[in-house]
């Protein structure tokens, strides 16, 4: 059984709204100030407004001990996963969320001053949630998540019900207010989380699932989406990112519509009534390696959007082992149009080609640009062991660390009458630097808005010809 909480539940081409346009919401800003050729650096706080949720399995926790969490990248925990019994009683023990377990992820986090969220849930847990969730047994299964919640001092609960259907819509429902309403009566707020499908499930009309999260979402603290597992070898399909940013406005030919992508499904929610502010976006730490099939140009899958005779083989590998096994710099490619890399692999036998997709530093980082874009609430990592390996650092959390600490301090150097400010970017950041000569003035000039279609790095921007001002304030803000 996958114990993942990434759905494994395939939507037909998806129906879009028109796209929205950005939510100008200011995330971050950094102030400078020059006064008589002294320079003073004020630096930003990049993270504000954005969370940084990460998914941490209790049976990863001996292989990733919680004392090697880096905490100082997260803003939440949440510890996966209780599963419902069919009588409202909970399982903690098929998924290792042994009392040990808790009291060492709650602890250690709480010290960094995190909050931990128990998930109830999981792949294929549906049925025992329609049991749990009867008229018979609600009540039952609420106050056991609720009690069991305090007993282990976690900070709220996180409801992954996969699959949700819209036949399941009512007794969802039903489940996100009683539990609200428990979660209310404790003295601190206690926070209600939800892992959310990208797109309704198959046969399940087009606007259902994010109608019902557009009436429920003043009950949640996160709405996150599971903006992964966005392809398959499925008939009609082509090969597809697993986590693409974009559809690039690819259709299948098979159907006319626009391929999955996280854009995509963001559009869906946003378009139906969600605001852009209760939604994160999911991260995997994992990528998909499709293998052989017939009938491309090139014989098996090496590329994104390849239709097939005979369908080719997929299957997952985490970050780690991935890089290990597969990685060579001459077959790593950006798919601009998509905002997703892939490794492309073409052998003698082509059986033996294949089409890998994954998220690298690049797309981790791109997807923090993106939330900061459209204003969103922040992202969602599935899940934090499957890029760790001991006494090493973790590449994909340590680049989204690192994107959530941008743009950073800026730099500032006066040469004759121009001003040269200096500042680290993300790709697919948008950037404002602004400037004033009155820090209690409420009105900012714009000096240039830059929008970062390459993979990053440090900005330099020129101001010229300042010398009839004794003082000048600059800031950036991100998005402008």
């Given at each position: 059984m996958w114990i993942g909480n990434g759905s494994r539940h395939m939507p037909p081409p998806p129906f879009l709204p028109p796209l929205i346009s950005r939510v100008g919401l200011v995330r971050s800003k950094a102030l400078v100030l020059f006064l008589s050729g002294i320079v003073c650096l004020f630096t930003c706080v990049a993270r504000a407004g954005l969370w940084c949720t990460g998914y941490y399995p209790g049976y990863e926790q001996s292989?990733?001990?919680?004392?090697?969490?880096?905490?100082?990248?997260?803003?939440?925990?949440?510890?996966?996963?209780?599963?419902?019994?069919?009588?409202?009683?909970?399982?903690?023990?098929?998924?290792?969320?042994?009392?040990?377990?808790?009291?060492?992820?709650?602890?250690?986090?709480?010290?960094?001053?995190?909050?931990?969220?128990?998930?109830?849930?999981?792949?294929?847990?549906?049925?025992?949630?329609?049991?749990?969730?009867?008229?018979?047994?609600?009540?039952?299964?609420?106050?056991?998540?609720?009690?069991?919640?305090?007993?282990?001092?976690?900070?709220?609960?996180?409801?992954?019900?996969?699959?949700?259907?819209?036949?399941?819509?009512?007794?969802?429902?039903?489940?996100?207010?009683?539990?609200?309403?428990?979660?209310?009566?404790?003295?601190?707020?206690?926070?209600?989380?939800?892992?959310?499908?990208?797109?309704?499930?198959?046969?399940?009309?087009?606007?259902?699932?994010?109608?019902?999260?557009?009436?429920?979402?003043?009950q949640f603290d996160q709405i996150n989406i599971e903006t992964y597992d966005l392809s398959g070898p499925y008939e009609g399909w082509v090969t597809w990112f697993n986590s693409p940013i974009y559809d690039g406005g690819y259709r299948f030919p098979s159907t006319g519509g626009l391929v999955p992508s996280i854009n995509g499904a963001v559009s869906n929610f946003i378009g139906n009534g969600v605001s852009p502010a209760r939604l994160g976006i999911g991260i995997p730490f994992y990528g998909y390696v499709w293998a052989g099939g017939t009938g491309t140009p090139t014989g098996g899958v090496t590329q994104p959007r390849q239709a097939w005779t005979d369908a080719p083989t997929m299957n997952e590998a985490d970050y780690t082992s991935l890089i290990a096994s597969y990685y060579q710099s001459g077959l790593y490619h950006w798919d601009t149009n998509a905002q997703a890399a892939y490794l492309s692999i073409t052998n003698a036998n082509p059986s033996d080609d294949m089409f890998i997709s994954y998220d690298d530093q690049r797309a981790c980082q791109s997807k923090v640009s993106y939330a900061r874009n459209l204003g969103l609430g922040g992202v969602m990592i599935w899940e934090l062991s499957l890029d760790y390996q001991s006494k090493q650092s973790q590449p994909l959390l340590s680049a989204l660390k690192q994107a959530f600490a941008t743009p950073g301090p800026i730099t500032i150097q006066n040469t004759n009458q121009d001003i040269g400010l200096s500042f680290a970017s993300l790709p697919l950041g948008s950037y404002s630097v602004e400037w004033n000569s009155n820090l209690t003035s409420s009105l900012w000039n714009t000096l240039m808005i830059t929008n970062v279609s390459g993979t990053g790095g440090v900005l330099q921007i020129f101001d010229a010809n300042i010398t009839n001002q004794a003082k000048r304030f600059y800031r950036v803000q991100t998005p402008p």
């Open positions: 292989s990733m001990p919680a004392s090697n969490v880096d905490f100082t990248a997260l803003t939440h925990v949440i510890h996966f996963a209780v599963i419902p019994n069919i009588d409202g009683s909970l399982n903690s023990s098929e998924l290792s969320v042994t009392l040990n377990n808790s009291t060492d992820i709650v602890a250690r986090a709480h010290a960094a001053g995190k909050p931990v969220i128990i998930c109830v849930g999981g792949a294929d847990t549906e049925t025992n949630f329609e049991w749990a969730t009867s008229n018979a047994t609600l009540s039952i299964f609420v106050n056991n998540l609720t009690n069991f919640m305090a007993a282990r001092s976690y900070d709220g609960v996180d409801i992954d019900w996969e699959p949700l259907t819209v036949a399941d819509a009512p007794l969802f429902t039903n489940l996100v207010y009683r539990l609200r309403s428990a979660l209310n009566n404790f003295p601190q707020h206690k926070l209600l989380t939800v892992a959310a499908g990208a797109y309704p499930n198959y046969g399940d009309p087009p606007t259902s699932e994010y109608t019902m999260y557009a009436a429920l979402q003043n």
